[in-house]
């Protein structure tokens, strides 16, 4: 790089969008000294891990469940280094109760290790070499993102981060580097267990948007292994809002400003370099340019490829650079939409010692999402997202976007979302008492919804999906070609949650810092 953009400390790092990616990346960078600005479409900080009250319920918008809490967790580190401290949470056990079509009693994902592989080998006998190869490969890889590895690399102190954090255990994980888990499960003669298959694709489908046929099998060992300790998956106290709350206070604290209500239209460059940004203020409608010394995107790089000023006046091989990630970005296939019920009940409703996350898949053969699966999560009693004696029940499926923006009029979307919601809510009552006057409050959000409160492309949720094409060192790198310019949240490595977008933005911060920003 070799303009003044780096050490130009008259301008900013602007951050678009204030999820957990962009509120992360913020307030590091504002922890090391650097001036920040955050600028986000939404009423409140959070993205898809924001919270909204109806009627005195919280309900979270999209994540409830985070991990990374305990000691050595990405949360753990990165609450450490900004001073602040970890909002309260409890672990989730189980972490999440999965109903099979017709089965009335539960797979139950305990915390406990040896309490999980007696329910698992009750479940699914037979299958414990795959559970013990899983395990092999989690703790191969754990010791080796615990050194800090960027990936993919983009430039030599990318390479030399990468080498640093390979340790004799990482050769072991290179013989499945580019196995899915439904190749293992055909090794192990395990691909016609059903029960086994579809309990897989269902959790994956949760951590890794794709089911066990694409998955890569590196990523599914750490997805799966997480829920047991000493790692876990923590249901926090008040709502999911207290992250974004958190992240905030040290941004404002160290300096660093977040406008809500503003747009970023347009990354601008200039000279084949990032030099700013075009905001709307959505309550004034007013526009101008705010000049950069570099841009984090906390955004689906579906959004990034039509917000930048693509430059055209660089050497041939940027050129090629550019047009290579453009293209990769307009080939990938298409991530899921959401479509979530949100019902504040009477906690009679819920039956006896209920999970606080649980799973439902209703008929075989159909697919894992449009309905026919829900995720669910239930409020406990004095956790701050409801009154005494009431509950929050919120039950998301992954949906195709596509249908939701076909219809051809406003009445026509609200008869497709009415009949979602019926449906789901029929299913749900399987489960719970949702009888006439159960339920208190009652709201939906479809795809267009999400594009709407976040910005998201179609209301994309969860990232690309993590197959072989698109984890670890071929995943989407925090470095664009564009210089200045970075994407941080659940398109890069390594994934959803937030737990993988808080590493993201840790990992861009290192690189911005490395570089001089």
């Known amino acids: 790089m070799t303009s003044t953009t780096a050490t130009d400390v008259s301008r900013p790092i602007v951050v678009i969008g204030a999820g957990i990616g962009g509120l992360t990346t913020a307030a590091l960078l504002a922890r090391r000294g650097r001036s920040v600005k955050v600028f986000d479409l939404a009423i409140v900080p959070g993205g898809c891990a924001s919270t909204f009250r109806r009627r005195g319920f919280t309900f979270e918008v999209g994540a409830t469940q985070v991990a990374g809490l305990e000691p050595g967790g990405i949360h753990h580190r990165i609450f450490g280094e900004l001073g602040i401290e970890l909002p309260a949470a409890t672990p989730c056990d189980p972490a999440c109760a999965v109903f099979l079509p017709g089965e009335t009693e539960p797979i139950s994902v305990w915390r406990d290790p040896d309490r999980w592989r007696a329910e698992r080998q009750r479940q699914f006998p037979g299958s414990e070499p795959f559970w013990r190869l899983l395990a092999d490969l989690f703790r191969y890889s754990w010791e080796f993102q615990a050194g800090d590895p960027v990936l993919p690399p983009g430039n030599a102190w990318d390479v030399v981060q990468l080498l640093k954090a390979v340790k004799p255990s990482t050769l072991l994980t290179a013989p499945h580097a580019f196995s899915t ?5 055909q090794r192990l003669g395990l691909a016609g267990d059903r029960r086994l298959k579809t309990f897989l694709d269902m959790q994956l489908k949760l951590y890794s948007q794709v089911g066990a046929d694409e998955t890569a099998l590196l990523y599914a060992a750490t997805a799966l292994g ?7 998956l923590y249901h926090l106290e008040g709502s999911m809002q207290v992250l974004s709350d958190r992240l905030l206070e040290s941004l404002t604290r160290d300096g660093g400003q977040l406008q809500m209500r503003h747009r970023v239209e347009r990354i601008i460059t200039e000279n084949g370099e990032t030099t700013g940004v075009m905001v709307r203020n959505l309550k004034t409608d007013e526009t101008w340019v705010e000049p950069a010394a570099a841009v984090v995107a906390n955004v689906p790089i579906q959004n990034l490829i039509e917000m930048v000023d693509w430059p055209s006046d660089r050497p041939w091989f940027d050129r090629l650079a550019t047009d290579f990630y453009r ?8 991530p899921s939409g959401a479509f979530v019920v949100y019902l504040g009940v009477d906690r009679a409703a819920l039956p006896a010692d209920c999970p606080p996350h649980l799973q439902f898949l209703y008929d075989w053969d159909g697919p894992v999402g449009e309905n026919n699966s829900l995720f669910v999560s239930v409020s406990r009693e004095g ?25 051809r009029d406003r009445s026509e979307y609200e008869a497709l979302k009415t009949r979602y919601t019926e449906e789901a809510i ?11 006057g159960a339920i208190v409050h009652c709201e939906a959000a479809t795809p267009r919804t999400f594009e709407d409160f976040t910005g998201r492309k179609f209301g994309y949720v969860g990232g690309l999906g993590m197959r072989v094409s698109t984890f670890g060192p071929f995943a989407i790198g925090n470095r664009t070609p564009v210089p200045g310019l970075w994407l941080v949240g659940d398109s890069t490595h390594p994934g959803e949650g937030t737990a993988g977008t808080s590493y993201s933005a840790l990992t861009t911060v290192r690189q911005m810092t490395a570089a001089g920003f």
Request: glycine share 10%.
């Open 383 to 407: 956790d701050g997202r409801a009154s005494a004696g009431m509950a929050t029940i919120t039950a998301s499926s992954f949906v195709d976007p596509q249908p939701w923006y076909r219809c």
């Open 181 to 185: 888990v439904g190749d293992l499960l």
């Open 226 to 232: 997480l829920s047991q300790e000493p790692f876990g």
């Open 327 to 334: 293209s990769r970005a307009e080939k990938l296939p298409e």
């Open 426 to 436: 029929g299913k749900l009552g399987r489960y719970f008492q949702l009888d006439s």
